[in-house]
């Protein structure tokens, strides 16, 4: 078994089961810090925050990790696929496609849809599943 991929195969099924609080904080931090306000701003760090900028730094390393395996492994062709697919859903928030997302009425912030979320996630373990236990086939 490899580590890093079974890393980042645990670190996606944590984000499967918080991507709604992360794609809240990915949509609220950036308004605070724009925000043009007289004073001292109290930003309090809780649990939620925390999990944010580590999961948002984990994903970070993982984009690295997805380029590092098109560009230097002869298994590129799932590496690009780990691109793809992990993009999708935050490109579908980011476009606010029709069908692959939803509106929070209250908050005005938009998310992929649980469907979508979880087919991209499924599609990215499963790849992630291959690397990790040595099994990589070309597809």
Not at 109 to 114: D, I
């Amino acid at each position: 078994m490899y580590v890093i991929p079974a890393f980042f195969f645990l670190m996606e099924l944590v984000f499967l089961f918080h991507y709604r609080k992360i794609y809240y904080y990915h949509q609220w931090l950036p308004n605070l810090w724009r925000k043009r306000i007289q004073g001292v701003r109290l930003i309090i760090l809780s649990r939620d925050i925390i999990l944010y900028l580590f999961l948002s730094l984990v994903r970070m390393l993982y984009l690295l990790y997805a380029i590092y395996i098109v560009l230097f492994t002869p298994y590129w062709q799932p590496g690009c696929m780990l691109l793809f697919l992990s993009a999708m859903p935050q490109l579908a928030v980011a476009f606010r496609i029709d069908g692959l997302t939803e509106k929070d009425r209250t908050t005005g912030l938009v998310y992929p849809t649980r469907l979508f979320q979880a087919v991209m996630s499924g599609f990215v373990l499963f790849i992630l599943g291959q690397f990790a236990l040595g099994t990589t086939v070309y597809l």
